[in-house]
């Protein structure tokens, strides 16, 4: 159950001004974000939102990236059919895509458009830069960075990545601290044109789809490219067989994120995995989909693009223009690579911290997943600071790895809706 924060009503009172009820704001545009708002919209309860549609889609992927999902894994949530990928291409006329198709990341953001355009309405491109408890009563006082200031009576926090992407400490001395890319290290998501690599050297480390896809693009740009991987191996995807065996499918069943019994499990009962002690739900999400490349992506990279295993950087400092870097191996050895740049595509890191938006008071109110910095949530996604919830990869430390992908955006949008249309309702 949560609590109020300390000189606030219970929840149900004081969400009218006047006749008016209180907006639902949800912060973030992107899958998240139109999904939970389309099904706010689809119920009659009043909802802002704010952020640029698709936006980290549009401006943390390199041109020419793919998704590495199956096209069934990325359809936003809607209150009422119609609202699907393959909709969205018979719409337009566009070819049907199969699990052996690749999904252009250009694809799905223009079908992220064509989802706000029929389902959400109005976006406002503000950006929310304070979200605070309200000064009397529940509810919630937003400042955006134009200056306004309006009152909500819930706040849905679906800004995606968005602040979260991580670089490890031996690099980040030498990564930029602010806008630009033009120090000697920067992270994947800083990217959407790897053409500027042309004709330099440029270590990738890392060993999952966006390290081996940038990789790729990187070679295919003129770039000298080699991949530094701290696993043993890399991983690759199996090509989808649409006419395998009755066998091979008990055996290994289908889901939204892959194939088998854990992965299938985590899907359907998302749930359940809330119920989990939380040990077992921070391991099974380290756990459950390790680093991986795309089986599509494989022959751009395996005998391409030079791949070394089992090599960690432990220092990093500038020679002038360039980069030297110092990789041990699994035996121990290290030797010094010379570079003109480093791209980290070493992931992110889901911290509460990085949502900058919330004030201090609320940071200090929120409970988090022991073990994590991700906030602790009830079934309907709603965290500790009554009022406030959270979508996409910061919830996955509850209900588990679907929360990373697209694919889980159903799950969390009905229960959101259902729960935030009915605190903002109540008489």
């Known amino acids: 159950m949560t609590q109020s924060l300390p000189g606030q ?3 149900h009172e004081g969400m009218f001004t006047g006749n008016r009820t209180l907006p639902v704001v949800v912060v973030g545009a992107g899958p998240y974000g139109l999904s939970v708002a389309a099904h706010l919209r689809g119920a009659g309860v009043p909802v802002r939102v704010f952020g640029e549609v698709m936006g980290s889609w549009r401006h943390a992927m390199a041109t020419g990236m793919f998704l590495k999902s199956t096209p069934d894994a990325v359809d936003l949530s809607a209150p009422e059919p119609g609202g699907r990928l393959a909709d969205f291409l018979r719409v337009h006329g566009e070819p049907e895509l199969t699990e052996l198709t690749p999904i252009p990341c250009e694809v799905f953001v223009r079908y992220g458009q ?21 000064p009397s009563g529940p509810g919630f006082a937003v400042r955006l960075d134009d200056g306004r200031e309006l009152a909500a009576g819930a706040v849905v926090v679906a800004t995606g990545l968005n602040g979260l992407a991580h670089i490890p400490g031996e690099l980040l001395q030498l990564a930029p601290t602010g806008p630009g890319i033009t120090a000697p290290v920067s992270h994947t998501s800083q990217h959407t044109d790897l053409s500027r690599y042309a004709g330099r050297r440029v270590v990738v480390v890392g060993g999952g789809q966006s390290a081996l896809e940038s990789a790729a693009l990187l070679h295919e740009a003129g770039a000298r490219t080699q991949v ?3 696993e043993g191996s890399v991983l690759w995807g199996t090509t989808p067989d649409p006419a395998r065996s009755r066998a091979r499918r008990i055996g290994r069943p289908r889901s939204l994120l892959g194939p088998g019994w854990v992965l299938a499990a985590v899907c359907r009962a998302p749930g359940r995995v809330r119920r989990l002690p939380p040990a077992a739900r921070l391991l099974l999400f380290r756990r459950a989909l390790r680093p991986s490349g795309g089986w599509w992506l494989r022959d751009r990279v395996e005998g391409v693009v030079p791949v070394r295993t089992s090599r960690r950087v432990v220092r990093a400092e500038t020679a002038g223009a360039a980069v030297r870097l110092t990789v041990a191996g699994a035996d ?10 480093v791209l980290a595509a070493t ?81």
């Open 114 to 134: 064509w989802f706000q355009k029929r389902y959400v309405g109005e976006v406002e491109p503000a950006r929310v830069v304070s979200v605070q408890p309200a």
């Open 228 to 230: 530094l991987v701290r």
């Open 347 to 427: 992931g992110y890191r889901l911290d509460l911290d990085a949502v900058p938006f919330l004030s201090p008071r609320i940071r200090r109110a929120l409970r988090h997943v022991p073990g994590s910095r991700a906030p602790h949530l009830s079934p309907g996604f709603e965290s500790s600071v009554p009022g406030l919830y959270f979508a996409g990869s910061l919830t996955a430390p509850m209900f588990g790895p679907m929360m990373r992908f697209v694919a889980g955006t159903a799950y969390a949008a009905t229960r959101i809706a259902r729960d935030a249309g009915r605190r903002v309702a109540a008489p």
């Open 9 to 11: 009503r219970p929840a």
């Open 332 to 341: 121990g050895r290290a030797e010094v690579l010379e570079v003109d740049h």
